[in-house]
């Protein structure tokens, strides 16, 4: 049974993978690799998988005597040319790569390497690990998913703002941007470089007040920032009414305040959505197929993680709305701060 989940139908495989009982680094050639590919540093890699990802293909490359050194590199067309060339950034190798270790493309080449160079440690053994063993590692795994759950459901370990979390702001003058002017203005780049962590988080706080207000969400929404996963510049969890920001991003030299604005209008838009799914479901059955109600199916469609949603993260309409809402938002946020400042100027 071990030999087949490991790929190894033999003892000629097995030899392949053991000689005289100690271990040898596996290359290229235990993969069934048949194409090679030299690149700018002269060195030979097989071509151990292709992905097409949106409208690229995406070549998985191993280096011939050491499959420890992998890359990936884009297939792009130019003057009637293919090129192999470097992915743009962070975001696209996190993306290409996710795909790459989905479940359903394990079972292919872009796995097999590492399956291949586990069963050259353990094969000399008939017995992998004892019971002892499996009941710990099953118990040390339980223990991490409870603590994660807690950890990303209630922001356990990140850096909670000092303005508490309000639904109900006061207005000024009809105008709950007015009311806080005063904190709104720092979002300027004239003074949004030299505030701090907890000063941004605060201010990010505030938003979300006043965004709470004035979408009525019945109830509060708590802003938190921390390390997320990689790519990941924000999200929101519902079942703790926290929306997360990426320290990295919120301290960014290079991402503005407004920026930083966006992000979290975004993020609330998805709580409001939250709640207008709550408020569907309470809607008499005969009412459900108004035209009103549309987008709220979708709502319901999406936001459910027991649902298979066959489309990627972009063409969500959770996320085309959410964007929508924040771009405009935002530009209503500006154009109000910049009239009330030059207004106090006066």
Request: glycine share 4%; net charge negative.
């Amino acid at each position: 049974m071990l030999r087949k989940i490991l790929g190894i139908n033999s003892n000629k495989d097995r030899n392949k993978c053991l000689r005289h009982g100690k271990r040898r680094p596996p290359s290229v050639s235990d993969l069934g690799v048949t194409k090679y590919v030299r690149l700018e540093d002269d060195v030979k890699y097989g071509l151990v998988d292709i992905v097409k990802v949106k409208e690229h293909d995406y070549y998985f490359l191993v280096k011939e005597n050491d499959l420890d050194d992998w890359c990936i590199r884009k297939s792009i067309d130019e003057d009637g040319k293919g090129y192999l060339v470097g992915l743009d950034d962070e975001a696209e190798f996190y993306l290409v790569t996710r795909y790459i270790m989905e479940p359903t493309r394990r079972k292919r080449r872009a796995m097999k390497h590492l399956m291949i160079y586990w069963a050259n440690g353990s094969i000399k053994k008939k017995r992998l690990f004892n019971r002892e063993f499996i009941l710990f590692l099953v118990a040390i795994t339980c223990v991490s998913l409870f603590a994660g759950y807690f950890t990303s459901m209630y922001g356990l370990f990140m850096t909670t703002a000092r303005l508490p979390p309000d639904n109900n702001v006061a207005y000024t003058d009809g105008s709950l941007i007015k009311t806080h002017i005063e904190t709104l203005r720092l979002l300027d780049d004239s003074y949004w470089p030299d505030l701090s962590l907890q000063e941004r988080l605060d201010i990010m706080q505030c938003v979300a007040n006043i965004e709470a207000t004035y979408l009525g969400l019945p109830e509060t929404i708590t802003v938190k920032t921390g390390e997320l996963q990689e790519g990941v510049l924000g999200s929101y969890h519902h079942t703790g009414r926290i929306i997360k920001i990426s320290t990295s991003y919120l301290m960014s030299e290079i991402n503005c305040g407004y920026s930083n604005l966006e992000l979290l209008l975004h993020e609330i838009f998805h709580s409001y959505q939250y709640w207008l799914v709550a408020a569907y479901n309470t809607v008499d059955d005969r009412y459900k197929n108004l035209y009103l109600f549309e987008h709220i199916r979708d709502y319901e469609l999406e936001l459910n993680p027991y649902n298979n949603v066959e489309l990627s993260y972009f063409a969500r309409i959770i996320e085309l709305h959410a964007n929508s809402f924040a771009s405009y938002a935002t530009s209503e946020y500006i154009y109000k701060i910049d009239a009330l400042l030059a207004e106090y100027e006066e």
